[in-house]
């Protein structure tokens, strides 16, 4: 089945699919295309994971004849083109992989919007085949989120026992070899998180209720590893110890570099948002471009022309340029009547908005500077950003 029918085949009451779901042609071609080595647990090679997350470059790549899918999902193709599903270093995602496979923790540290969780679930969607065994770091997770809890029926009825234990989804990923993911860990307070010291040191998890049973010690299965995000530069963040550092590979997800990719982007999820819409995403091309510049300008406190601009306290995030073109795109499906670029100014100023009231002074800096000098310097879409000034106060 493609992936196509089987987005078709997607229940009404669920609005998207995990990745091991949503790519699921792609992990089985990849499995039995690539019949190389695999760490202890893996469900493809790590050569083949890279290929998944970065893409085949273009390269058809055949099936052999003899080789069939290896698992119990779709029949996979005689050939496919791997499409890139990460913008980013391919020597990134290599070091990451390479860090997996070395059943090493792997801490994906950036600015939020950077697809630090994008690239989470694809790693534990290609490495174990779920993504699922996530734990959300708040200043509310309890330690129970990285170990256990309990069915406090059961135990009430018949005391503590294996049946009345409630794995977390870090002691779900151990006990079956699989990565458990920990988005936004700084999120948690610092005990809470020294509750993986020794999980990852140790690679097993003390139950003392259970003391003097078999259960009492479970060990983490060959294939164990966990992947956690964190946002250094949100508000809320809590340090992790030097502890729990020392037992994470930090690697750092940059914004895009290249901003043609970036564009890319931003238009292929915008497309994906207004379709799961309901409609067809009609903005064009010259008005995405100029979007995806002001981010680019605003982000990093320079324009493409090497002006200097004033960096407002927001992210300016390739994820928040995303919202910003689907909703440009839902406008023009659902509320024809104008030029969509006449709706761009407002939908910046809700984003500047977000954190420090001094950006709104930020945005109409960078109108005043960038914007004004490219439309005197005559071109049109940015006469016409330029015109709309007034929209911004």
Known sequence: MTEQAAAASTPPNRQT???????????????????????????????????????????TLRLPASRKATGDG??????????????????????????????????????????????????????????????????????????????????????????ALVDSPVLAAMRTGRVARVEEITRCLP???????????????????????????????PGFSVIATANLRDRGVSE???????????????????????TTLVRNQATA?????????????????ALVTVFRDLRSGRSAEGWDVERPGTVMSTAEAVQVAASLGVAAAYLPGGDVLDLMPGHLLGVVRKDDPADHARLLGYWDGPVRRRAEDGSAMWRRLWDMREDLR
């Open 74 to 163: 779709p029949e996979p193709p005689a050939r496919l083109v791997v499409p890139p599903k990460f913008v980013g270093e391919r020597a990134l995602v290599e070091r990451c992989v390479v860090t997996l496979a070395g059943e090493r923790g792997l801490l994906l540290v950036g600015e939020p919007g950077t697809a630090k969780s994008m690239l989470s679930e694809l790693l534990a969607a290609a490495v174990c085949g779920t993504s699922a065994l996530t734990v959300q770091g708040t200043a509310g997770t309890t330690e129970d989120a990285f170990r256990y809890g309990w069915n406090y029926a059961l135990l009430l009825a018949q005391g503590p026992s294996r049946q």
């Open 240 to 262: 992790m110890s030097a502890a729990l550092k020392r037992r994470f590979n930090f690697e750092t997800v940059h914004p895009i570099a290249d901003a043609g990719a970036e």
């Open 273 to 289: 948002v207004v379709q799961r819409a309901g409609a067809a995403f009609d903005v064009d091309d010259a008005v995405l471009d």
């Open 17 to 59: 699919l995990p990745a091991e779901e949503r790519h699921a042609t792609e992990l089985a071609f990849l499995a039995a295309y690539d019949d190389g080595a695999r760490p202890p647990g893996w469900t493809l090679t790590p050569r083949a994971v890279v290929t998944f997350i970065c893409g085949s470059g273009g390269e």
């Open 191 to 221: 005990e809470v998180q020294d509750a993986l010291v020794s999980i990852l040191s140790d690679r097993r998890l003390s139950v003392p209720e259970l003391a003097g049973t078999a259960d009492a010690l479970p060990a983490a299965a």
